[in-house]
């Protein structure tokens, strides 16, 4: 008897919470690394002779590696289940940070960050954990999603000020050494012994609704449970969809202000006479907050409904942006706490949406190739706001312009989400 049927067998557990803590730990590692960029970023900017915008352009290789290949892994674990190409990208996700160790050059920077552990960062990212939860929760979907992505903001506070910490230390080149095997030791045996894909393989049914007939097989679900917008098979149909284009659009337009934010914060804080280990920590704690507001944005859109959540989270976080052009314009360093409050307030209310939302509108048996679909438009606009503010700076020695930037794709966001509307499509 395996582990997850022990766990089962206990009571009445249900074992979908369970897979909510592997997402949450696995989402801690993967956020934690992809943020921690910011950190390696100040580190081989004193080490190399590079600009901004092409250093900064390593982090949109990794994001353009992650765009190629997200629907690929949505679709596989579609196919295969999960374990078979989570596992996989853990080895090679080690194997990259390993190696980047050695980098010499920014070609090998960009080879190494920026496709191999791009690589394997897609594999263990939230477009397989968002695959599996949309199999375990419907009723309670927001606040499963929450909760597992809450793992991202744990991941930037703890990750970034212990990188910030290790490079003071020891440098950059046996930080990424510590990475790589620290991922390796946690990441593989906890997914190995403990992920399911789908709440059927343990007898169980969505958001663990009684469903057994007394010789244990599956009772018929209730309707309401397993009411589909419509045939998600027919991709064709979907691809066509005003929903799905709109779907598409309001991740992608945030995405680009969220990640001028992630990559550049630090860098423009040390720019405005904070020191380095004290600029990692005003990061992280922006990530303790989005890890708080993910739960209870996801436990809010359960209740209010998504776009009305979505909306109130992206105003907080534009008050959050506001208060870096505040620091900039003024260099009144009490700023920065309201900027960790309220851009961790409007970042934790992306990544609760974005799964929420898809699965609401096209869960089904493509769902983890649709929401690849949508992982791939959110590398590319991750890749686009990582290079372009950078861009800016090189061109006019300032972020202001980038700040004007974030406000705007914030905003128009906000429309898209009401046009995909989510409200009339959730299962009631």
């Known amino acids: 008897m395996d582990s997850a049927k022990r766990i089962t067998d206990l009571g009445k557990f249900y074992y979908g919470w369970m897979i909510v ?61 999960p374990r078979r190409i989570i596992i996989p990208g853990i080895f090679v996700l080690t194997l990259g940070l390993i190696l980047c160790a050695t980098i010499e050059s920014l070609t090998q920077f960009y080879l190494l960050y920026g496709v191999v552990v791009g690589a394997g960062v897609t594999c263990i990212g939230i477009i397989s954990y968002s695959a599996i939860l949309a199999h375990w929760f419907e009723k309670k979907r927001g606040l499963a999603s929450g909760i597992a992505v809450s793992g ?7 990750w970034v000020p212990v990188c910030q910490h290790l490079i003071s230390v020891w440098g950059w080149r046996p930080t990424f050494v510590i990475l790589g095997g620290l991922f390796l030791i946690v990441l593989l045996p906890l997914n190995a012994l403990f992920l399911r894909h789908k709440p059927e393989e343990l007898g169980q049914l969505p958001d663990g609704v009684k469903g057994m007939n007394p010789d244990g097989a599956h009772a018929p679900p209730p309707a309401a449970l397993h009411r589909r917008p419509e045939d998600t098979g027919r991709l064709v149909q979907v691809l066509s969809s005003g929903r799905f284009w709109a779907l598409m659009a309001f991740p992608f337009l945030i995405v680009i202000g969220v990640y001028i934010v992630l ?30 507001f993910r739960i209870f944005w996801g436990w809010l859109s359960d209740r209010i409904g998504r776009e009305s959540t979505y909306t109130i989270g992206v105003v907080f976080g534009g008050l959050g942006v506001g208060s870096l052009m505040l620091l900039e314009t003024t260099g009144a360093k009490i700023f920065v706490y309201p900027f960790f409050i309220f851009f961790g307030m409007g970042w934790g209310v992306t990544a609760p949406m974005f799964l929420s939302v898809s699965a609401d509108l096209f869960q089904g048996q493509t769902y983890g190739f649709i929401y690849g679909l949508v992982e791939a438009g959110i590398g590319v606009a991750g890749a686009i706001g990582a290079w372009v503010a950078g861009f800016i700076f090189d ?32 299962p009631v």
Request: net charge positive.
């Open 21 to 81: 803590a592997v997402a949450l730990v696995s989402l801690a590692f993967w956020f934690g690394i992809r943020s921690s960029f910011s950190v390696f970023y100040v580190a081989l900017l004193e080490d190399f002779p590079w600009n901004r915008g092409d250093s900064a352009g390593v982090q949109s290789m990794a994001l353009i590696t992650y765009t190629l290949m997200a629907p690929v892994v949505g679709g596989l674990i579609d196919r295969f289940g």
């Open 152 to 158: 991202m903001g744990l991941g930037v506070f703890f």
């Open 263 to 292: 990559v550049h914060n630090v860098k423009f804080l040390v720019d405005q006479g904070i020191d380095k280990m004290t600029a990692a920590l005003i990061f992280a704690l922006a990530g303790v907050v989005s890890s708080l």
């Open 395 to 426: 061109r006019t020695q300032s972020y202001h312009l980038a700040w004007i930037l974030v406000l705007i794709v914030f905003l128009s966001s906000c429309l898209f989400v009401w046009l995909a509307a989510p409200r009339k499509h959730r």
